[in-house]
């Protein structure tokens, strides 16, 4: 039980120990050691526990005596919004129709398996664990699920779709879990353990598939058929993402601004790329000339790497700092399921397991265009994510062991990252006009996440004097078709992005929300005595991640 301390990194150092036991997945992603062979509860009840500590640590954190101590005031206001905001969730009943096609427990259950340690028998002997007992953890995900149906809770049909098709892959032929087989055959584990494993891929595909039935069969005629959530749960989802309150119509006609102003700049960078083709001649040609794109997986990892790598050994101590536990970015392709796109894991708390950079691609995928691709590095690994989280895990002696394992601000987090593309191309990084042409690409598609977001789940119309379908309601196709239409991508790519904005409404925003506020602040700080850039990113990477307000007082609040 956590108990009155006078110091808040004791206190979070407890905090993060119960939230390891209670919720043994969260455990696994912080690189918690003890229980790696386990799941937690589930349904409802676990919740209820897990709303008890977030109660309890808030309580703990009020009877804490008064402190003028920097370090000790920002570890108690982070966990405090921390705490504050995931107890929200809980209270609102997030739990309880949390079903989505890319951050629900419906991916977290296959995805953790990624993160597991797989070089000891003991390993083996948790992953065996974690197998063997999915269909429990997944039973207990359904009462909660029910319990939302039972109080009139459920998400949208096109979410619950993804996700049985998602559920499919996992329960079928060439599934994840078969791959398991495999690493354990290779890790040389014993006979009875090799046998533990594929008794336990065995229920875990079976699990998937009790699920699956369970969301077509019962969940599927009770779900809601309008996408969109509406003002008041959009509101609630926006100040969760941002810790910041927006006008979101202001957000949206924002928005619809920077799509005008990009879509020139887009159409002047492929004149760059060649002056005598169409736009629609220069997008093929990205997209399938040889020149262009890589021929296989293992040629498309080795470019992501080797971006990583230069961008790493040019930058390191001339506008970043980097430490030495995060100077190598591990680059992967994603097991099939997945939904498309890249994500970065972490590095582990001792730093055994590198950050990383993964990519999932359709499983038909035969070429990687790369002009997208470089954006997106910078993006998810250095100076993005890689750099960001890795940082935060390296100030042990500044941040609390919350804010350093357990705390995210899609605000700060995803707004930096979209920073770091654009500073890539300030830096000269961006050295082809393909590449150009790839940031703006980039920029373009999460500015239109952003009316496509707000549009969306506030029914906003598109605006009259906009040049994609003026005054039209927003519907599923005509977000699909901007985002193949302006953002290049492909059908599937295209539908995939849109279901994940219906299916987690906000957390779409943050990343140009995010970006434009890093911007404000730096002109902003341009007028301080310390500015320099190296110094400005220092002290935004150095306050770990806090909402976008805080954020504000941090920096502009420095002498």
Not at 36 to 61: F, N, V
Not at 416 to 441: H, K, N, S, T, V
Not at 516 to 527: K, N, T, V, Y
Request: hydrophobic share 40%; aromatic share 10%; charged share 25%.
């Amino acid at each position: 039980m956590v108990s009155v301390t006078d110091n808040i990194f004791l206190l979070a150092d407890r905090y993060v120990d119960e939230l390891a036991a209670l919720q043994p997945l969260r455990a696994t992603l912080m690189w918690v050691s003890g229980f790696y062979g386990q799941w937690g509860a589930q349904d409802p009840s676990g919740w209820q526990d897990i709303g008890a500590l977030l109660k309890r640590t808030l309580s703990a954190i009020e009877a804490l005596p008064p402190s003028d101590q920097y370090r000790e005031q920002l570890g108690r206001r982070v966990l405090k919004d921390h705490l504050s905001g995931r107890l929200d969730r809980i209270e609102q009943d997030h739990p309880l129709q949390d079903l989505n096609n890319i951050a629900s427990p419906v991916q977290g259950f296959r995805e953790t398996f990624d993160l597991m340690p797989k070089a000891s028998v003991d390993n083996w002997e948790a992953i065996a664990s974690r197998l063997g007992s999915l269909d429990g953890a997944i039973n207990g995900y359904i009462e909660s699920l029910s319990e939302g149906r039972r109080r009139g809770l459920v998400s949208a049909r096109r979410q619950v779709e993804a996700c049985i098709e998602q559920c499919a892959v996992n329960a079928g032929p060439g599934s994840f879990f078969e791959q398991l087989s495999g690493g354990a055959r290779n890790a040389g584990v014993p006979d009875a353990l090799q046998v533990e494993v594929d008794r336990g891929i065995a229920i875990a595909r079976l699990a998937y598939q009790c699920l699956a039935n369970y969301l077509e069969n019962e969940y599927l005629p009770d779900s809601a058929e309008a996408d969109g959530v509406g003002l008041e749960r959009y509101s609630r989802a926006s100040r969760y993402f941002l810790l910041s309150d927006i006008d979101h119509e202001a957000v949206y006609h924002w928005a619809w601004q920077e799509v005008a102003t990009l879509r020139e700049q887009l159409a002047d960078a492929s004149r760059q790329i060649d002056a005598a083709l169409s736009f629609d001649e220069v997008v093929e040609l990205l997209k399938s000339d040889p020149n262009y794109i890589a021929s296989s997986e293992a040629e498309f990892l080795n470019r992501m790497r080797r971006c990583q790598t230069d961008a790493l050994d040019r930058l390191n101590g001339v506008v970043f700092d980097v430490p030495s536990q995060i100077d190598q970015v591990d680059v992967q392709i994603a097991p099939p399921g997945a939904t498309l796109g890249a994500y970065y894991v972490q590095p582990s708390e001792d730093f055994s397991r590198l950050g990383s950079v993964w990519y999932a691609k359709p499983t038909d995928t035969s070429v990687y265009p790369l002009f997208d691709e470089v954006t997106t590095a910078y993006h998810e690994g250095f100076p993005g994510h890689h750099l960001q989280i890795g940082l935060q895990m390296c100030l042990g002696d500044q941040l609390t062991r919350a804010h350093r394992l357990a705390v995210w601000h899609d605000g700060y987090g995803e707004g930096w990252a979209l920073y770091a593309e654009r500073l890539m191309d300030e830096l000269g990084f961006i050295d082809q006009p393909e590449y150009r042409f790839g940031l703006l690409c980039s920029q373009l598609m999460r500015t239109c996440r952003v009316v496509i977001d707000i549009g969306m789940h506030l029914g906003i119309s598109i605006p009259r004097d906009a040049v994609f379908h003026p005054g039209k309601h927003w519907t599923f196709g005509l977000a699909v078709e901007m985002l193949q239409d302006y953002c290049l991508m492909s059908s599937v790519n295209a539908q995939s992005e849109v279901t994940r904005y219906l299916g987690w409404p906000a957390q779409a925003i943050s990343y140009k929300v995010g970006e434009q506020f890093i911007l404000d602040l730096r002109s902003q700080a341009e007028d301080k005595p310390w500015f320099t850039l190296k110094e400005f990113h220092r002290r935004i990477l150095g306050t770990g991640p806090v909402g976008l307000d805080h954020l504000k007082e941090l920096i502009l609040g420095s002498s």
